[in-house]
């Protein structure tokens, strides 16, 4: 059998394994969180009703200590007239009343017959304070409950509570129509009933799922019964997906398996992707240096793509192609990984440094970016409050709100982020407005004719205005004369970087240099210590 034949035939077997085996396991999966999740919302549901039964009973023990506290004990008009105004305040209160030791009524607000009949048990000497008890008067299997109060004499005053009082459906759809629940007062007396004790056994007679929640404070108990086969439901459409996507994915195997059989035995892999693969796009580190004290406030991470013959070849070479085919955002992953690995000592040392990342408008599309930075830097020695993510004005924002909501969710992190190349494309002062931007960065096509061009110090004094205006940082990007560094520092820019300061640096430089001007921390900033790398 040729090596073609032998590949496709590997490559067929792997694919019906591919396609059976994850399906059998998403099942498994699926139905394991399915029952998780039906277990947990049915733990919920009797939590619900219990708790409403918890609030029902205390409005009712609070509102009749209040009444015996104030000597509203009687059947005298007078209180029974307060017991018509306490109703109208107690939510959960539907009337209110005296009975005698015997348990049976001797007066009743609103007014209506006494029968004579008890409703209380008869008193005990150690009965307790509070006493709960239920009449068989209901509506749609919910009783009427009774919380009674002891007073002097074997007198107690008590409140019914309706049965819209705990009378309340929770729980998602796919749950309701086959649950049951039973409101306990101990262990024999039913409070409500809510649901069909058959539709547990609707969907055959595969074994109930259980569920029991308890009262700390009272003897209540919720018992919540829902058949295992009702919460397949939740799951039934991720079932067919998963079918449709093994299906898909050993079609693409196969159909990989004939192209990986076929293909000419001389096409080489593609290069670039085989330069991802191999981690050969590292970072280089920009200082940025504050131009009035002379220290370091941080660098931008740069990528540059390190062949395995040591030459190094710049962004303006692969960039383009990068963010077009996609590779970016893997790429970008990479750097930063990386940055984490160099720069985690340093940072976590200097925690007033600023790491300042790339990113492009790809990255605002969704969220990918927000759980890169938590994957990379949420366990590392680099805080959240060190990045800076930096956007260019150079490439239009696809859809701006989703933009805003994936910057307001990093700075919810602590991030902060930077509209680079602030006036030379897309975006003007609209990313400025809608995008809540923490610094901008003057582009060095205006920071080159500063005191040449009476326009660019026009811009560059405006930008900083604004800056000031709305609270942002502001930086200066390819600084390399000391004449503009004394004319930034006349417009009110603090911060600069560019190659009169140092070129792009890999890590060991830049840490070197970092190391140095810390151990300077007095050092003036002047025209014969600026050149810091040469």
């Known amino acids: 059998m040729s090596r073609r034949y032998s590949t496709f035939l590997k490559s067929l077997a792997i694919a019906i394994v591919l396609a059976v085996a994850p399906l059998v396991a998403a099942n498994f999966i699926l139905d394991n969180y399915a029952e998780t999740q039906a277990r947990a919302e049915m733990k919920a549901i ?20 209040k009444l015996h506290r104030n000597g ?68 749609e ?3 009427v409950a009774l919380v009674s109060w002891r007073l002097e004499n ?35 007396v039913v409070w409500l009933t809510s649901g069909e004790a058959e539709s547990t056994q609707r969907l055959g007679s595969d074994m109930p799922m259980v569920e029991i929640s308890s009262s700390k404070q ?39 398996g004939v192209w990986i059989s076929w293909r000419p035995d001389n096409e080489a892999e593609d290069e670039f992707v085989q330069a991802i693969r191999n981690g050969e796009f590292i970072p280089y580190y920009q200082p940025v240096m504050d131009i009035e004290t002379g220290k370091l406030r941080g660098c931008e991470v740069l990528m540059r793509w ?38 985690a000592d340093l940072y976590h040392e200097n925690p007033e440094l600023k790491l300042s990342v790339n990113l492009f408008a790809g990255h605002f599309e969704d969220r ?48 902060r982020v930077a509209l680079d190349d602030v006036g030379t494309g897309h975006g003007g002062l609209a990313y400025l407005q809608r995008l809540g931007i923490d610094i901008i960065k003057i582009d060095k096509m205006f920071i080159d004719y500063l005191g040449t061009d009476d326009n660019s110090t026009t811009i560059v004094d405006t930008l900083v205005e604004l800056a000031d205006n709305l609270g942002m940082g502001i930086i200066a990007e390819g600084v390399e004369t000391m004449e503009q560094i004394e ?14 300061f140092a070129p792009p640096l890999p890590a060991k430089l830049f840490i070197d240099l970092a190391k140095a001007l810390a151990a300077k921390p007095d050092a003036t900033f002047g025209e014969d210590s600026i050149k810091l790398v040469g």
């Open 46 to 65: 009797g939590s619900r009703y219990v708790a409403r039964a918890e609030k029902a009973i205390e409005n009712a023990v609070t509102t009749l200590q």
């Open 72 to 139: 509203v004990t009687t059947c005298a008009a007078q209180d029974r007239a307060r017991f018509r105004a306490v109703i109208g305040e107690a939510p959960f209160i539907q009337k209110i009343g005296l009975v005698d030791a015997t348990g049976i009524r001797m007066c009743i607000v609103p007014d209506q017959p006494i029968d004579g009949e008890a409703i209380l048990p008869p008193l005990r000497e150690d009965a307790p304070l509070v006493g709960i008890g239920m009449l068989k008067a209901g509506f």
């Open 141 to 143: 299997g919910t009783r």
């Open 154 to 188: 074997g007198v107690r005053l008590f409140a019914e509570l309706p049965p819209a009082a705990i009378s309340i459906d929770p729980g998602p759809d796919y749950l309701r129509a086959y649950r049951h629940v039973e409101l306990r007062l101990s262990s024999d």
């Open 218 to 256: 009272y003897p209540l108990q919720a018992i919540v019964t829902a058949p295992r086969s009702a919460s397949g439901t939740l799951v039934r459409d991720l079932k067919v997906i998963t079918a449709i996507a093994s299906a898909g994915f050993a079609l693409l195997f196969v159909m990989g």
């Open 306 to 343: 390190q062949r395995p013959d040591g030459s190094v070849i710049s962004p303006g070479q692969f960039m383009t192609f990068a963010e077009t085919s996609g590779h970016i955002f893997e790429m970008t992953r990479q750097v930063m990984r990386k940055t984490r690995a160099e720069m």
């Open 368 to 415: 990918q970016i927000v759980e890169d930075i938590v994957q990379v830097y949420g366990d590392s020695r680099i805080a959240y409050q060190q990045i800076v993510l930096e956007v260019t004005e150079r490439q239009p924002l696809g859809n701006m709100d989703l933009a805003r909501k994936i910057i307001a969710e990093l700075q919810a992190l602590g991030v």
């Open 487 to 500: 004319r930034l520092r006349a417009l009110g820019v603090s911060a600069a970087q560019g190659y009169i």
